[in-house]
């Protein structure tokens, strides 16, 4: 899985989290992305978890924290795998004052 984001604004700072599941059950990663502006100043992978054929959701790569450049371009990647295929979701959460505003993929 990974997220390309082609021209980073500050707006797309804060928290990116993946989440896959199957049957077997539930794994997340999270990464913070740091946009430095030009005012700005200068995870262990879970086991799976094996019942019979089937496999929890792991993650065998996961998401790094980034810090980048406005206007430049960041990639998020991770491996997961399980048995069956885990269904996988990615999200952002960015903090404006007392609200926070998610985002799905």
């Known amino acids: 899985m990974s997220l390309t984001i082609p021209e980073v ?4 700072k804060g ?3 993946v ?5 077997c059950g539930e794994a997340k990663c999270f990464a913070s992305l740091i946009v430095k502006t030009i005012s700005s100043p200068e995870i262990k992978p879970r086991t799976a978890e094996i019942q019979g054929k089937h496999i929890a959701p792991a993650f065998q790569e996961l998401f ?8 430049d371009t960041t990639k998020f ?3 997961i795998t399980g048995r069956p295929v ?7 959460k960015v903090f404006f004052g ?3 505003v998610v985002c799905v993929w």
């Open 86 to 92: 885990p269904k996988v979701s990615a999200c952002h």
């Open 19 to 23: 989440k896959a599941h199957n049957t």
């Open 15 to 17: 928290v990116y989290t």
């Open 9 to 12: 604004l500050p707006e797309h």
């Open 64 to 71: 790094a924290d980034r810090t980048v450049n406005e206007n």
């Open 77 to 79: 990647e991770c491996v």
């Open 98 to 100: 007392m609200q926070c």
